[in-house]
């Protein structure tokens, strides 16, 4: 509306906006506007065009793009952006800033020794463990193959050791199931 209400004379504008339809539904219009001078008044006239499912697609593709596919974790595009948004926090004083990184010991020999869906198996159960493990806001991450980060606000060093020992037990005590029905033991450092 404020973008209407600058308009001069033959200006026109573009707008997206979100509107609640009257059936209960939300509904992204694309408004191309113009403000047009008549005896007497100033008339703004319009076209509205329905685009909530290229909407409804491009969030899609964003998510797509910001999330690993084979965990559901943040990948490390993601993590990137949310670790230099929480520096900038950081260095601002609004926030307490730590990260964790992990790695999955000898990653290479279970993919070798029980062959690559055992491996995806393994990833799977880690990204599982790391967000039980951790409190809501906080970031998880597959950063590389076998490698994980936890960015987190905790506080301490005490803090941040224990969530350590916590995401090392978790991980530990849940040995991923195998296709064929065994499970294979997993750490990480």
Same mark, same amino acid.
């Given at each position: 509306?404020?973008?209407?209400?600058?308009?001069?004379?033959?200006?026109?504008?573009?707008?997206?906006?979100?509107?609640? %339809?009257?059936?209960? %539904?939300?509904?992204?219009?694309?408004?191309?506007?113009?403000?047009?001078? =008549?005896?007497?008044?100033?008339?703004?006239?319009?076209?509205?065009?329905?685009?909530?499912?290229?909407?409804?697609?491009?969030?899609?593709?964003?998510?797509?793009?910001?999330?690993?596919?084979?965990?559901?974790?943040?990948?490390?595009?993601?993590?990137?952006?949310?670790?230099?948004?929480?520096?900038?926090?950081?260095?601002?004083?609004?926030?307490?800033?730590?990260?964790?990184?992990?790695?999955?010991?000898?990653?290479?020999?279970?993919?070798?020794?029980?062959?690559?869906?055992?491996?995806?198996?393994?990833?799977?159960?880690?990204?599982?463990?790391?967000?039980?493990?951790?409190? =809501?806001?906080?970031?998880?991450?597959?950063?590389?193959?076998? =490698?994980?980060?936890?960015?987190?606000?905790?506080?301490?060093?005490?803090?941040?050791?224990?969530?350590?020992?916590?995401?090392?037990?978790?991980?530990?005590?849940?040995?991923?199931?195998?296709?064929?029905?065994?499970?294979?033991?997993?750490?990480?450092?």
């Amino acid at each position: 509306v404020t973008a209407i209400a600058g308009l001069a004379a033959g200006d026109s504008v573009v707008l997206r906006a979100r509107v609640r %339809h009257r059936e209960g %539904h939300t509904v992204w219009l694309r408004l191309h506007a113009r403000l047009v001078n =008549e005896p007497g008044r100033r008339v703004i006239r319009g076209v509205a065009i329905d685009v909530t499912e290229l909407v409804e697609a491009h969030d899609r593709m964003r998510e797509r793009a910001e999330i690993d596919e084979l965990t559901g974790l943040a990948n490390r595009r993601s993590f990137d952006r949310r670790l230099t948004d929480a520096v900038a926090d950081f260095h601002s004083g609004r926030r307490a800033l730590a990260l964790l990184i992990l790695d999955v010991d000898r990653f290479k020999s279970i993919n070798d020794t029980h062959g690559h869906p055992a491996g995806d198996r393994a990833l799977q159960t880690i990204a599982s463990s790391l967000a039980a493990a951790v409190r =809501e806001d906080d970031v998880v991450a597959r950063i590389g193959g076998e =490698e994980f980060a936890v960015l987190t606000t905790i506080g301490g060093p005490t803090d941040l050791s224990a969530l350590a020992h916590r995401i090392g037990a978790l991980i530990r005590t849940t040995d991923p199931l195998l296709a064929d029905g065994s499970r294979i033991s997993v750490t990480a450092s």
